[in-house]
């Protein structure tokens, strides 16, 4: 599983697998934002929300997270909204996180299609199965 950058660069030559996003010099907003990559080694950026302060939503990328105290991260659950609805694409988000144990959601809004989306999904779900299974060998 993704728990650290530390763990993840020994086993990823092409980068870490997840990485915060420093877009801006004020320290409020050194966690807004945080790349995760994807198996082809692209990043993708991701707005941070907690699971609770999470905004309704468009249709979007999402990964499920599990922030501990120390500031680790573990992905727990790849997807993405589906509906027109942004209530109920939020209603989604705060019942699967609150099933898998994510405090966190992290959102790609800058996929345009279904079509994108689904790649997206794929290249990130992908990179963490590999991940995985890298650490349990």
Not at 37 to 47: A, F, P, T
Not at 50 to 69: D, K, S, W
Request: glycine content about 6%; hydrophobic content about 45%.
């Amino acid at each position: 599983m993704w728990t650290s950058q530390a763990e993840v660069a020994e086993t990823a030559p092409w980068g870490p697998a997840d990485e915060p996003a420093l877009v801006c010099a004020e320290a409020a907003f050194a966690q807004a934002f945080h790349y995760w990559r994807g198996v082809s080694g692209r990043r993708y950026l991701h707005s941070v929300y907690t699971l609770v302060g999470c905004p309704a939503l468009p249709q979007a990328n999402y990964i499920l997270v599990r922030r501990y105290e120390d500031g680790t991260r573990e992905a727990l659950a790849f997807g993405q909204t589906k509906d027109d609805a942004v209530t109920l694409n939020l209603a989604h988000l705060r019942h699967q996180g609150a099933k898998c144990g994510a405090n966190e959601v992290h959102i790609h809004l800058l996929a345009d299609t279904a079509h994108d989306r689904s790649l997206v999904e794929a290249d990130l779900a992908a990179a963490h199965l590999r991940r995985r299974a890298a650490k349990a060998a």
